[in-house]
């Protein structure tokens, strides 16, 4: 009954965000970046952040006050630049004291420096990486609830490491958002407020899973996302592109793009692929870092012989 209730609240706080969005013309024009051809509202993703407020307030009697002070920061930088562009150096400002704050949360500032650094780098590579690929209708939300649905298992059949009422209320968040963009016609795209959002969110997640186990091979749970990012980055290097400009060359977008797969396809690939690996790394828990690097040497090779075949129709465009 309670998860019904979240589910209800929350559906009439996106809805109410849709009307402050249109009030305000926060929206999302297509331009020859985008994978869309129609305006849509920009932000929907900002539910996750109540998800998120819903379980601190009601649930867990404050007891992740740092990690939800350093959501609000990153929440709050995303929605302002949905609304507005602001400065990197802001927005980098913004996302390394939240980084702090969650670092604090974790206990991480008993341990030496350089975890510190290590965990600065990795973080804001996976926070840059989750945004760069919400480009199509349905893949953040999609490839979030696959990797919540994961960590629910985990938490309740492997190695318990936080409240499961936190999971499942985020999951609440996320099938609402999936409601509105998970469709061929999305009613709503998740924008920075809301890749950013989820991101941070999982991150807290997955840390206080390694760090319960002292498995740094859980960061396969974002491995197909990671795979793209870094060779998409990998590749535009090597074609001499500013890595800093947006594109249009991950590979999810080329499929959407050049080969016209519909969005949804494309996101349930996605998911898809990513379910059926942490299926096997389940079950070939043992020899954790070896299926990782299996993995990863695998999603490569898929990644180089894709773009061997069909990069030259991005050429044509």
Same mark, same amino acid.
């Given at each position: 009954?309670?998860?019904?209730?979240?589910?209800?609240?929350?559906? =009439?706080?996106?809805?109410?965000?849709?009307?402050? $969005?249109? !009030?305000?013309? =926060?929206?999302? @024009?297509? &331009?020859?970046?985008?994978?869309?051809?129609?305006?849509?509202? /920009?932000?929907?993703? %900002?539910?996750?952040?109540?998800?998120?407020?819903?379980?601190?307030?009601?649930?867990?009697?404050?007891?992740?006050?740092?990690?939800?002070?350093?959501?609000?920061?990153?929440?709050?930088?995303?929605?302002?630049?949905?609304?507005?562009?602001?400065?990197?150096?802001? !927005?980098? $400002?913004?996302?390394?004291?939240?980084?702090?704050?969650?670092?604090?949360?974790?206990?991480?500032?008993?341990?030496?420096?350089?975890?510190?650094?290590?965990?600065?780098?990795?973080?804001?590579? %996976? =926070? &840059?990486?989750?945004?760069?690929?919400?480009? =199509?209708?349905?893949?953040?939300?999609?490839?979030?609830?696959?990797?919540? $649905?994961?960590?629910?298992?985990? &938490? @309740?059949? *492997?190695?318990?490491?936080?409240?499961?009422?936190?999971?499942?209320?985020?999951?609440?968040?996320?099938?609402?958002?999936?409601?509105?963009?998970?469709? @061929?016609?999305? /009613?709503?795209?998740?924008?920075? +407020?809301?890749?950013?959002?989820? $991101?941070?969110?999982?991150?807290?997640?997955?840390?206080?899973?390694?760090? /319960?186990?002292?498995?740094?091979?859980?960061?396969?749970?974002?491995?197909?996302?990671?795979?793209?990012?870094?060779?998409?980055?990998?590749?535009?290097?090597?074609?001499?592109?500013?890595?800093?400009?947006?594109? !249009?060359?991950?590979?999810?977008?080329?499929?959407?793009?050049?080969?016209?797969?519909?969005? +949804? *396809?494309?996101?349930?690939?996605?998911?898809?692929?990513?379910?059926?690996?942490? *299926?096997?790394?389940?079950?070939?828990?043992?020899?954790?870092?070896?299926?990782?690097?299996?993995?990863?040497? #695998?999603?490569?090779? %898929?990644?180089?012989?894709?773009?061997? @075949?069909?990069?030259? #129709?991005?050429?044509? *465009?």
């Amino acid at each position: 009954m309670y998860y019904a209730i979240v589910l209800v609240l929350l559906f =009439i706080v996106e809805l109410f965000y849709f009307k402050v $969005a249109d !009030r305000y013309n =926060i929206i999302d @024009k297509p &331009n020859e970046r985008s994978s869309h051809t129609q305006i849509t509202l /920009r932000g929907g993703g %900002i539910i996750f952040y109540f998800g998120a407020l819903t379980y601190y307030v009601v649930n867990n009697g404050f007891v992740y006050p740092w990690f939800m002070l350093a959501l609000t920061l990153v929440s709050f930088i995303s929605f302002v630049d949905d609304i507005r562009p602001i400065s990197q150096k802001l !927005r980098l $400002a913004f996302h390394f004291s939240a980084m702090a704050l969650m670092f604090y949360q974790w206990g991480l500032f008993s341990w030496a420096w350089w975890w510190i650094i290590i965990a600065l780098i990795i973080c804001t590579g %996976i =926070i &840059n990486a989750y945004n760069f690929m919400d480009g =199509i209708n349905g893949i953040t939300g999609g490839y979030s609830l696959v990797i919540l $649905a994961v960590l629910a298992y985990v &938490n @309740k059949e *492997v190695a318990p490491f936080v409240e499961e009422s936190f999971i499942y209320t985020v999951l609440c968040s996320v099938l609402v958002f999936c409601f509105f963009n998970f469709r @061929k016609k999305a /009613r709503c795209f998740a924008g920075d +407020v809301g890749s950013v959002s989820i $991101a941070f969110i999982l991150l807290f997640l997955i840390g206080k899973l390694i760090i /319960r186990t002292e498995d740094f091979s859980w960061i396969i749970l974002l491995v197909v996302y990671g795979a793209d990012s870094i060779l998409t980055i990998v590749h535009r290097l090597m074609l001499h592109e500013n890595i800093g400009l947006p594109h !249009r060359k991950h590979l999810y977008q080329i499929m959407a793009n050049e080969l016209k797969v519909p969005h +949804v *396809v494309v996101s349930l690939v996605y998911m898809g692929v990513q379910a059926v690996i942490m *299926v096997g790394y389940i079950y070939c828990q043992g020899y954790g870092y070896t299926y990782l690097i299996g993995c990863i040497l #695998l999603l490569s090779l %898929i990644y180089i012989l894709f773009m061997k @075949k069909y990069f030259h #129709l991005h050429l044509k *465009v």
